[in-house]
């Protein structure tokens, strides 16, 4: 059984008195002590799309970087370039986003090193002899630095259930061609005799894979890089994917692709899961729907516990299924592939702090 600690919170609590509560929890249970001296620790969180998402604030980091500092040892915020084409498909707009977005060192006392380099291609294979693959691309500094600490908002996910841990670290930390293979099933189809030609998923496609046709949206499946937001976006029930054929699928992807960047770092890893802010769609989304309350903050050293712990909070919390909140599908499948693959434990123990 693993260790889960928790730290509730109230509603709308300030995020520096939160970040204050998990500092002194940090400290007070030890929790960092895997840092050696002149360890290099990627901290690796997500910068939100924008301003308006629910991603871990600023001040999160700090109080996570001062711990760092603490054992001797230089921390660093960390994030990969995305697929599509936006605010963070290359190393150079993704930190002037992240700057934007308030990570400048003035508040968060750490530098930004992107780990999959210059264009989301600097990765290294790690051995994890899944059942999908003998080996996943991880962006090379998640497996080079001396230490991770996995900072993630909980979120709804369109396709993976819930996004957290295991999502930040599956596709979060995988290189560009790591998260092509996760995407490579999942394609959306459009239904012509729905579409009323809103334009809506032309506008809102990441990847400008979607074009207006005589009858109705056309999608280039060369460019679709199958992130689902023309599904999420259209009103009309005109967009359609083989759930089937994808959210099991995907969601053993990038489960696989988690266990490989935890293998990278066993024994040198923490995850810190951030349930306040909690949205229906993940942070890569610009828009933000509020589905409950804040709840709090999760530590500890298993990806799997954490993840589970989370997801009986928030259905705890709110008194509901989490399909039921977000999207309807089996959002419990990453936790329970994970145990078939023998990657960390689901059963965890809730130490409240
Ligand atoms: S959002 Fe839906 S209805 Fe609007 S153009 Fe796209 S597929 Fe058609
Ligand atoms: S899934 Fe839809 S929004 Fe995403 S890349 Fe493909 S066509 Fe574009």
């Not at 204050?20 to 290099?40: Q, R, S, T, Y």
């Not at 711990?67 to 994030?79: D, H, I, Y």
């Not at 259209?234 to 994808?246: E, L, Q, S």
Request: glycine letters at 8%; aromatic letters at 8%.
């Amino acid at each position: 059984m693993s260790k889960v600690y928790f730290l509730k919170t109230e509603n709308n609590s300030s995020d520096e008195l939160l970040a204050g509560k998990l500092k002194a929890l940090i400290a007070k249970e030890e929790l960092f002590n895997f840092i050696a001296e002149k360890d290099m620790v990627a901290v690796k969180t997500h910068f939100g799309e924008s301003d308006k998402s629910g991603y871990a604030r600023p001040v999160i980091l700090k109080r996570i970087g001062e711990l760092v500092r603490e054992k001797n040892a230089l921390p660093f915020m960390t994030e990969t370039s995305t697929l599509y084409k936006g605010n963070r498909d290359n190393a150079v707009i993704h930190i002037e986003h992240a700057l934007k977005q308030g990570f400048g060192f003035e508040n968060t006392g750490m530098s930004i090193i992107m780990s999959d380099g210059l264009y989301g291609d600097e990765e290294i294979d790690v051995p994890i002899n899944g059942k999908l693959y003998d080996s996943v691309k991880i962006a090379s500094l998640i497996v080079k630095s001396h230490g991770l600490v996995c900072v993630s908002h909980f979120t709804g996910h369109l396709i993976a259930g819930f996004g957290a841990a295991i999502k930040n670290m599956g596709m979060g930390c995988a290189s560009r061609k790591g998260k092509m293979v996760q995407h490579s099933t999942a394609k959306p189809e459009i239904m012509p005799e729905l579409c009323t030609k809103c334009k809506q998923c032309v506008m809102w496609c990441p990847a400008q894979a979607v074009t207006m046709g005589d009858d109705s949206a056309v999608i280039n499946n060369d460019k679709c890089i199958g992130c689902g937001e023309c599904l999420a976006v259209c009103r009309f029930d005109a967009v359609k994917y083989n759930w089937g054929a994808t959210y099991e699928e995907l969601q053993k992807k990038i489960v696989e692709h988690a266990f490989g960047v935890y293998k990278a770092n066993e024994g040198k890893s923490i995850y810190i899961n951030i349930l306040t802010r909690i949205s229906k769609d993940c942070d890569c989304m610009s828009r933000y729907e509020n589905i409950c309350g804040d709840i709090g903050v999760l530590v500890s050293h298993d990806p799997v516990a954490i993840d589970a712990a989370s997801l009986d909070l928030v259905e705890k919390f709110s008194g509901r299924n989490f399909s039921d909140m977000a999207y309807d599908i089996p959002y419990r499948f990453q936790i329970d592939y994970a145990k078939e693959i023998g990657f960390g434990n689901a059963d965890y123990e809730l130490v409240e702090c």
